[in-house]
């Protein structure tokens, strides 16, 4: 029997063996994240830093905005708060594009850098929201377990009465009842406020969630501004805050004012950054074809 046509050195052999070896290495390289854990000096792409960062400005505004809708529902609509002027948001020192048109009209670099700026001046008023709002939290389950305590009160007081001898309780069951029907009605009174004034958790829980993200966000600019224009930042100073002494009046209807002024510009200017952001994208990314 002729074996050369199976010998290992022949020519079809070989070719196989490649083509095998090639399949395998192309396997193992798409399995590879682009920055494999504790890789140093790896430098993610651009497309996936400016996609992440879009993703990550959505959110952001998905969650301002859920938190303004529920502050308002919570605190500023019985106040009419939204019939009162809000005197400006403190980033507007910085000079934005008022519409899409005046963003793609705008250098890269300077978009790039004014987000950077705006992003940079959240992170002080962010942390004294978050400050502030888990006061109100606090001091909310304070409220609750104390008007917990009186109603408890008030129960055993009617307990009591209730004991009195069987004489007492024929020559007063009308006053007993009459009290007993007020009780009663103060009881409700506290439960329906306390159920109305609702409670800060679910704006504690967006507001502390916002400014880790906002963080992250931050970062990865710096990343996209390193690439863009090759480690060459601007050192612009972020915009000053001045509010932090309105959150800390006496006045609660202040303080309150204060929080929904606050929270009104972070919607604001996240909206913005999410606009500017895409436009970025798209103009760096896929050379304004999109």
């Known amino acids: 029997m002729d074996n050369k046509g199976l010998s290992l050195t022949g020519g079809p052999y070989w070719l196989v063996l490649v083509l095998v070896s090639s399949l395998l290495l192309c396997k193992n390289v ?48 019985e106040r009419r708060f939204i019939t009162r002027a809000i005197n400006g948001c403190h980033t507007s020192s910085i000079p934005t594009p008022e519409d899409k048109e005046q963003a793609q009209n705008m250098p890269h670099e300077d978009l790039l850098n004014l987000i950077l700026r705006v992003l940079r ?51 007063t069951q009308e006053a007993l009842t009459t009290q007993e029907a007020l009780t009663t009605q103060e009881a409700l009174s506290m439960q329906e406020a306390l159920r109305t004034q609702g409670t800060p958790n679910d704006i504690l829980s967006r507001a502390i969630e916002i400014e880790d993200r906002n963080k992250q966000l931050l970062e990865g600019m710096e990343k996209i501004i390193n690439q863009v224009q090759h480690g060459v930042r601007r050192n612009e100073a972020p915009s000053p805050w001045l509010g932090l002494q309105f959150l800390q009046k006496a006045d609660e209807d202040t303080r309150l004012f204060a929080l ?31």
């Open 30 to 77: 798409a399995s590879v994240p682009t920055c494999p854990r504790g890789a140093v000096n790896c430098e993610v792409p651009l497309g996936e830093l400016f996609d992440r960062a879009v993703v990550l400005s959505d959110y952001l505004h998905k969650l301002s905005s859920e938190m303004f809708r529920e502050f308002n529902k919570q605190y500023a609509q």
């Open 260 to 290: 929904y002024g606050l929270i009104h510009c972070l919607r604001r200017d996240s909206h913005k950054i999410d606009n500017y952001l895409k436009v970025l994208k798209c103009r760096i990314i896929y050379d304004s074809n999109c």
């Open 121 to 171: 001046s959240w992170n002080e008023p962010l942390y004294h929201l978050v400050t502030e709002v888990r006061a109100m939290r606090e001091a909310s389950d304070t409220q609750k377990a104390l008007g917990t305590q009186e109603t408890f009160a008030m129960q055993e007081a009617l307990s009591t009465q209730e004991a009195l001898t069987t004489q007492e309780a024929l020559t």
